[in-house]
């Protein structure tokens, strides 16, 4: 179960960046470090992260998805920043 979070967060960061060189690395103590093989060599772009961090930060990395919201959302939100202000 850990191992497939882990991947999961990977397969989304490959499809976001659209780069297919991303890989999870699990080490035997349980944390997990990010390579990136596009270049023939593992290069190594996190250092050993526990589970939670470790999708905190792929997550994080590389262009993100634009949010999708109606048109009802947006004037909701709309509504909220003026009554804030």
Not at 2 to 9: E, G, K, L, P, V
Not at 11 to 32: C, D, H, M, Q, V
Request: aromatic letters at 8%; glycine letters at 8%; a positive charge.
């Amino acid at each position: 179960m850990r191992t497939t979070r882990a991947t999961h967060a990977v397969e989304r960061l490959k499809t976001r960046s659209g780069n297919p060189g991303y890989a999870a690395i699990a080490l035997s103590s349980g944390l997990f470090y990010l390579v990136d093989r596009s270049s023939g060599t593992d290069q190594k772009v996190s250092g050993p992260l526990p589970l939670d961090e470790f999708v905190k930060f792929v997550d994080e990395l590389g262009p993100q998805k634009p949010r999708k919201a109606s048109k009802l959302d947006l004037a909701f939100e709309e509504q909220i920043r003026k009554s804030k202000g």
